[in-house]
């Protein structure tokens, strides 16, 4: 996966995917970032980017002009025409199924936006997607395009070792993960549940289940929907779930 990223902060974007799992994956070649800073592409004498809004109100505006430019450059640098993502609070919600269904891109490119937004006609011209990462507005896309990046470079074959990849993980299936322990026994006093001591397989599986139902129904019955349940999870959820709505 290639990933290209319009900003007036590349050093915001280099910093953060060089580090820890992204990292290593550039280091083995699954992914690339290429960071552009679209200043370099005004052609004002003193490389501004911004002005101020048509119509009055506060704040800036980034100029169609060098976001046209740095998309149209990008563009003759990809093997394909890629999907080019705007990422505002405006957009379609960000989720693990949109992760898993950009994963299979070859190459993408994230625009940020800065100031007031981005000119309307850039986005018209050269944006296929917006996206957000929540109904909050942060002061730039250049974290919301890192979250997209680490959640879809997650998806990559070979960007998790096995291990990696084989666990179990929240949103699979619409379930949240069943609480985990390690070393040691007891706690502050607080012990590990005996069951995950037990060594008993099919009782460990049939816990973490019960545990994945719980949690879900407890903090995002929105999510328990969605999921796929059998009949086995729905009296488990019915006898223990004050008030279920399915
Ligand atoms: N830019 C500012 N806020 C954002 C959000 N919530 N999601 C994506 N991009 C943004």
């Not at 900003?7 to 994956?25: D, N, V």
């Not at 980017?49 to 060098?66: F, H, I, L, R, S």
């Not at 007891?186 to 019960?210: D, T």
Request: proline content about 4%; hydrophobic content about 35%; overall charge negative.
């Amino acid at each position: 996966m290639d990933y290209y990223v319009l900003t007036l902060f590349p050093k915001m974007i280099e910093a953060c995917i060089s580090t820890s799992i992204t990292g290593r994956a550039i280091n083995n070649g699954y992914i690339s970032m290429t960071s552009v800073n679209i200043r370099d592409y005004s052609t004002d004498r003193h490389k501004h980017v911004d002005d101020y809004p048509y119509g009055g109100g506060a704040g800036m505006v980034m100029q169609a002009e060098p976001i046209y430019r740095a998309c149209e450059d990008i563009k003759m640098r990809t093997k394909k025409k890629p999907r080019i993502i705007y990422m505002t609070p405006q957009g379609r919600v960000f989720d693990q199924s949109i992760a898993k269904e950009l994963a299979g891109e070859e190459e993408l490119v994230f625009l940020c936006g800065h100031y007031e937004g981005i000119d309307e006609r850039a986005i018209e011209l050269e944006v296929t997607d917006c996206l957000s990462i929540g109904d909050y507005v942060l002061t730039g896309g250049e974290l919301a395009a890192l979250v997209v990046i680490d959640a879809v470079s997650r998806m990559v074959p070979g960007v998790l070792s096995n291990e990696e990849s084989g666990i179990s993980e929240s949103f699979e299936n619409n379930l949240l993960e069943y609480p985990q322990y390690t070393r040691p026994e007891e706690f502050m006093g607080m012990k590990v549940p005996e069951i995950l001591l037990s060594g008993h397989h099919a009782n460990i599986e049939k816990w973490r289940r019960q545990q994945s139902l719980l949690r879900t129904a407890e903090s995002r019955p929105d999510l328990l929907k969605k999921a796929d349940l059998d009949k086995k999870d729905m009296d488990y959820l019915k006898n223990n779930i004050k008030n279920l709505q399915l």
